[in-house]
C-alpha cells in the first residue's frame, strides 16, 4: 500500500537560514508528488509538483524539491526561509494512472521561522 | 483562489444529530473531495465523487455519507454525529484524478459536543 511519511513534526529555524524538510514515500508503481502549505484556519495550497521529467522541481515562494526514485523521497528545501513561511507543510503522494481519486497525505510538518 | 465555497464554516452541534456541510465549486471541475484534517493525521479523504451522481469511498468513510445532485455542488452528510467526528473538513476539487492539481477550500470546523 502506498504511503508518504514526513519524517519531522516540527522543524524551528532562524530566519534567512537553509531549510529542508523531509518527505519519504512507499509505492510499487510510479507517483506523482505533491508539496501543500497550510497558513493557520486556512485550506492548502500547492507549492510544488512533481510529475516527470527534470528531478529538481521549483515551485512559489522560493522553494524547490527533489525528486529522488533510488531513495523514494521528496525533500522540499529552500535557501533562505522568512518569517512568513511560518506554517504547516504537507507532503503527498498519488499513483500514476490510479483508479482512485486518492491523494496520500503525510502527516505534516510545522515550519517556525524565528527572528 | 480556486472557486471554492464552504458552508457552514463553523458549526457546533451535539452527539446524535444530523449534520450536512455544503461544498460548491464555480470551477466547472469533475472531481470533488471532502477530507477530514485532525492533529497527527493529516489530511484523511472520506468520500470523493467523478460526476454527477458518481461518488466512492475513501479511507475514512464510516459515518459519512455524499451526494453529488449537480456538478457544482457536494455535500457531507453525518447522519449521526459523534464526538469523534469532531474535525475540520476540507472540500477538494480537481479536474484529474491523478496528475492534476487539488485545489482546496478554506475549510468547516465542525464540534460535536
Known amino acids: 500500500a502506498q504511503s508518504v511519511t514526513q519524517l519531522d513534526s516540527q522543524v524551528p529555524v532562524f530566519e534567512e537560514a537553509p531549510v529542508e524538510l523531509r518527505c519519504n514515500y512507499s509505492?510499487?508503481?510510479?507517483?506523482?508528488l505533491f508539496w501543500y502549505v497550510q497558513y493557520p484556519n486556512q485550506g492548502l495550497q500547492l507549492l510544488l509538483k512533481y510529475l516527470s521529467g527534470s528531478t529538481l522541481v521549483k515551485g512559489i515562494n522560493g522553494f524547490e524539491a527533489e525528486f529522488n526514485k533510488s531513495q523514494t523521497s521528496f525533500h522540499l528545501r529552500k535557501p533562505s526561509v522568512h518569517i512568513s513561511d511560518t506554517a504547516e507543510y504537507f507532503c503527498a503522494a498519488s499513483n500514476y494512472g490510479g483508479s482512485q481519486g486518492n491523494l496520500i497525505f503525510g502527516k505534516g510538518t510545522k515550519l517556525s521561522v524565528k527572528p | 483562489d480556486a472557486g471554492i465555497t464552504q458552508s457552514p464554516r463553523h458549526k457546533v452541534t451535539e452527539t446524535g444529530t444530523p449534520v450536512t456541510l455544503r461544498c460548491h465549486q464555480t470551477e466547472n471541475h469533475r472531481y470533488m473531495y471532502w477530507y477530514r484534517q485532525d492533529p497527527g493525521h493529516g489530511l484523511r479523504l472520506i468520500h470523493y465523487?467523478?460526476?454527477?451522481?458518481?461518488?466512492d469511498k475513501g479511507e475514512v468513510s464510516d459515518g459519512y455519507s455524499v451526494s453529488r445532485s449537480k456538478t457544482e455542488d457536494f455535500l457531507l452528510t453525518l447522519e449521526s454525529a459523534t464526538s469523534s467526528q469532531t474535525s475540520v473538513y476540507f472540500c477538494a476539487i480537481s479536474d484529474s484524478l491523478s496528475g492534476n492539481t487539488i485545489y482546496f477550500g478554506e475549510g468547516s470546523w465542525l464540534t460535536v459536543v
Open positions: 465523487s467523478y460526476g454527477v451522481k458518481d461518488t
Open positions: 509505492s510499487s508503481v510510479s507517483v506523482y
